[in-house]
């Protein structure tokens, strides 16, 4: 069945770079993508990557893509306190998006 | 634009009685969802909609009940509520079934 996996909880010094990993199942997905959320809030949008990409960069994002081993990670550069979120990664199937259990990402100065 | 919006904010409801939530977006979307989110468990999905008057099972279904009869509009209904439905519900919506989906800012209900 659908399984995305992701580590429960990353914790990074203000201004280094961060890097959350995520392992997905479901070779056909045509998109992956990877949400914020804030607390006491829904999801939003951060980035994604179509799957017949390798990278993709957005600012201090990026998105690396290994197809092989299914395997998807994002790293934010220069993390800031504003990063501390938990960050989702969803992989496509069918109609409907199947979601990690979210990274847990504290940043302390 | 208000985007995705939800009714109400929080609840508590006592074991056995029963409520409706209510999902509105305004971003003439095909697609919806209502997921629960639950600590270390991640966005887990009820029930979704391709389509106005169409529903379907997600990964966590039971208990639970949808209807679609507005494009615009998706409901969730508890019809007896128990203590496992204590959740956090976020209902979501997109253009395409694979595309991006725009969440709304929740519901946190407590069953007692």
């Known amino acids: 069945g659908e399984d995305v996996e992701q580590s429960l909880f990353l914790s990074v010094r203000e201004g280094d770079s961060s890097v959350i990993n995520c392992t997905y199942t479901?070779?056909?997905?045509?998109?992956l993508y990877w949400y914020k959320q804030e607390p006491g809030a829904g999801l939003q949008l951060l980035t994604y990557?179509?799957?017949?990409?390798d990278m993709k960069q957005d600012q201090r994002l990026t998105v690396l893509l290994n197809k092989k081993d299914k395997h998807l990670s994002l790293r934010i550069a220069d993390t800031q306190t504003g990063d501390s979120a938990i960050y989702f990664c969803?992989?496509?199937?069918?109609?409907?998006?199947?979601f990690g259990t979210g990274t847990r990402l504290q940043v302390f100065p | 634009n208000a985007g995705v919006t939800q009714t109400p904010k929080f609840r508590v409801l006592k074991t056995g009685q029963s409520m409706t939530l209510l999902c509105a977006q305004d971003?003439?979307?095909?697609?919806m969802y209502w997921y629960r989110q639950d600590p270390g468990m991640g966005l887990r999905l009820i029930h979704y909609?391709?389509?106005?008057?169409?529903?379907a099972k997600g990964e966590v279904p039971d208990g639970y009940n949808v209807s679609r009869l507005k494009k615009q509009n998706f409901l969730l209904g508890l019809e007896s509520a128990a203590p496992s439905q204590t959740s956090v519900y976020f209902c979501?919506?997109?253009?395409?079934?694979?595309?991006?989906?725009?969440f709304g800012p929740g519901t946190r209900l407590t069953v007692t």
């Open positions: 979501a919506s997109s253009y395409q079934g694979s595309g991006e989906q725009y």
């Open positions: 479901d070779s056909s997905s045509t998109y």
């Open positions: 990557i179509f799957s017949n990409m």
């Open positions: 969803a992989e496509t199937h069918t109609d409907k998006l199947i």
């Open positions: 971003m003439n979307h095909e697609y």
């Open positions: 909609s391709v389509g106005e008057g169409t529903t």
